[in-house]
């Protein structure tokens, strides 16, 4: 799975740059802007069961034709009711606009075959993720050729929406062949009223969660594009993809260090608790090495990739690059939040950082535009994952330590015992 995120991120970043030089900024904004306005009616396709089906087929294999079955039926649902709703509303808000009313309708459609994604909760539940990530990649693999192909032929816009609709159809089929492959029959799926109501029983605050997060994630680029226009999303959309480019990589030293921390609960409070700063300044120190070079090098990094045609994505690049250290330190909270039994902390902190990034979104993108978005993007990012806890008293312990990871304070002391991973996890 690190594996696919490093071919995704190399893949990826070379072909969509090369997309985005070929659209120019006004094209690429309103294919950014279609895929951010499809995005935030997603969670109606996934139906919040991910994490829910993959629970109940590792407690019990046995039920996998039923809960497949009925989860399968229920993602078709969620997708059909996302690509109306999502074409309706678009509708709505721009009754004249059929470019983008097209491009958001192609877009939409893919999400009907995120369907076949309960085949991955199968493999997840029975920790056999490979085969998940060979049909994925293969996907998204030719998907990328045609895009190539698409630039060569000189295609139009709306060429390179249903590339992203096709992606999902052929991640589709690559699954089911997958799954049939390994032994497995699809028409042995059965969908159950019963099954499906205690699906949706457990699932339905995720999906309320799921439409937070997306919000919070995608809402700048859809209010940038309803506030300003779709050049200027096409100019942020460039800075955005460069400034969240290296995520995985705080998401993957976590997930491999949160077994011991959740291990040095049951050892010691003074074990637990260094071993929960070590990760707070680790991951400090890694976004501030990302962040000070980038926040200078912003507009040669910008020309280099892009272009002069994204230069005004300079100033919006320097500013969200410092997101990206309020995530890390959102990040390495959630092993404490998860041991302590403070999940639903999070959550709620998700939502009113959503809150906080449509409000200044109003207030700073009539006048600064992009960078307005950037500047929202950066508070909302650090008041959710880090402001809020100080609000809280349970959470006012792990406030206090992400501002020493924050002004790096250990590292300042001993930095080489930042970096001795080994003994201390």
């Known amino acids: 799975m690190f594996a696919e995120k490093f071919l995704q991120m190399g893949l990826g970043l070379l072909v969509g740059v090369w997309v985005a030089r070929y659209l120019g900024p ?54 059909l009711l996302t690509l109306f709703l999502t074409v309706g509303t678009l509708g709505f808000l721009n009754p004249t606009d059929n470019r983008t009313f097209g491009l958001v309708a192609v877009a939409a459609t893919g999400t009907v075959f995120l369907c076949f994604e309960v085949i991955d909760f199968w493999f997840q539940s029975q920790v056999q993720s490979k085969f998940t990530v060979w049909s994925t990649n293969s996907a998204y693999v030719i998907i990328n050729a045609v895009k190539i192909t698409l630039i060569q032929m000189r295609a139009p816009l709306i060429g390179f929406s249903w590339a992203l609709t096709g992606e999902k159809i052929l991640s589709a089929i690559a699954l089911g062949i997958t799954y049939q492959w390994r032994g497995h029959l699809l028409k ?60 995985f990589i705080p998401g993957a030293i976590i997930q491999s260090v949160f077994p011991s921390i959740v291990k040095a609960k049951e050892v010691s409070e003074e074990v637990y608790y260094d071993r929960v700063q070590k990760l707070l300044n680790l991951m400090a120190v890694v976004s501030y ?19 002069k045609e994204y230069v005004d994505a300079s100033p919006p690049l320097a500013v969200l690059v410092w997101a990206g250290l309020f995530v890390s330190l959102g990040l390495a909270r959630g092993p ?90």
């Not at 306005?37 to 996998?64: E, N, W």
């Not at 200078?296 to 990739?305: A, K, P, T």
């Open 188 to 247: 042995a799926w059965r969908f159950s009223f019963r099954r499906a109501k205690e699906l949706l029983k457990d699932s339905w605050p995720l999906i309320l969660s799921g439409f937070v997060i997306m919000i919070y994630m995608r809402i700048d680029q859809v209010m940038l594009g309803q506030m300003r226009n779709s050049s200027e999303v096409g100019v942020y959309s460039a800075a955005v993809k460069i400034s969240e480019m290296w995520y």
């Open 26 to 79: 006004d094209e690429f904004g309103l294919l950014n802007y279609a895929i951010a306005f499809v995005g935030l009616f997603s969670p109606i396709a996934t139906l919040g069961l991910g994490q829910i089906v993959v629970r109940d087929l590792a407690r019990d294999p046995s039920c996998k034709e039923e809960t497949l079955g009925t989860a399968f039926v229920l993602k078709l649902l969620g997708g």
């Open 336 to 425: 404490w939040l998860i041991t302590e039994g403070l999940i639903r902390f999070s959550a709620s902190t998700t939502a009113v950082g959503a809150v906080v990034n449509v409000v200044f979104n109003f207030l700073l993108i009539p006048t600064y535009g992009g960078l307005g978005a950037g500047i929202a993007t950066v508070i909302a990012q650090a008041f959710a994952a880090y402001g809020a806890n100080a609000f809280y008293p349970k959470t006012r312990v792990i406030f206090l330590r992400q501002t020493k990871a924050l002004f790096l304070i250990d590292f300042i002391k001993n930095p080489k015992d930042l970096f001795n991973i080994k003994s201390k996890f």
């Open 289 to 307: 090495a990302v962040a000070i070079p980038m926040t200078f090098l912003s507009g040669y990094i910008i020309e280099f990739l892009y272009g």
